[in-house]
């Protein structure tokens, strides 16, 4: 948006008090300065990029105090609503996807970066290629049983499983890797932060408390 803006100063005229300077004329700036501006046509060849980033429409209080002619903007936003990319989702929202058996593993670096995103897992380097791998420690027997059954569930809509392992006597170890590529993928984590956000709070030892 092009803004032309045009000012109008007022400088009263003062005679010098010495007489051979009575022909000069000293300007004394007004310090009450009026300023009168208009907006313009928009400039043609510009890129509008104020749309790009979405726009609220104004409130009907708003339009009956006719604020748009006491602020500078663009009249004639385009709204758009913005929707996140793939990138902007969190793991356990993402869906795994069918992988080539050609494609390589992920790297050591790649894999270190994606453990700080689910919670309760290690890295183990084998050498058949690396794992993600977390233990829990439950109430009892029964309730490892319940943890699996809805591991199961979760993994189950996935399409990608785990090897979970019910180790007695209150203890379960899941690891997961893409054996197909011999190493880990995408899918590895994506369904590690699934289980993440299973409930477990009714299934872990109850906290002592003392009088």
Not at 54 to 78: C, H, I, M, Q, Y
Not at 97 to 111: H, K, R, W
Not at 115 to 133: I, N, S, T
Request: hydrophobic residues 40%.
């Amino acid at each position: 948006m092009a803004i032309i803006t045009t000012t109008h100063l007022s400088f009263p005229l003062l005679l010098s008090p010495y007489p051979h300077h009575q022909q000069q004329y000293y300007p004394k700036p007004n310090p009450t300065v009026s300023f009168r501006r208009s907006i313009g046509v928009r400039a043609q060849g510009g890129v509008d990029k104020l749309g790009d980033f979405g726009a609220r429409d104004p409130f009907p209080a708003e339009v009956a105090s006719g604020f748009a002619d006491k602020v500078l903007g663009n009249g004639n936003t385009e709204h758009k609503i913005l929707i996140p990319n793939i990138s902007a989702l969190s793991l356990s929202q993402q869906q795994c996807t069918p992988l080539s058996p050609f494609q390589s593993p992920m790297s050591t670096p790649d894999a270190q970066k994606l453990l700080k995103k689910v919670v309760g897992w290690r890295l183990l380097e084998e050498e058949g290629g690396h794992k993600l791998q977390c233990l829990w420690k439950l109430r009892d027997f029964k309730c490892g049983v319940e943890l699996i059954n809805r591991i199961y569930k979760v993994v189950e809509a996935a399409g990608h499983y785990p090897n979970i392992h019910l180790e007695a006597p209150n203890q379960v170890r899941a690891e997961i890797w893409t054996a197909s590529i011999g190493g880990l993928s995408m899918n590895d984590f994506i369904v590690a932060a699934k289980i993440d956000d299973i409930k477990t709070s009714d299934l872990v030892p109850r906290k002592r408390v003392w009088a």
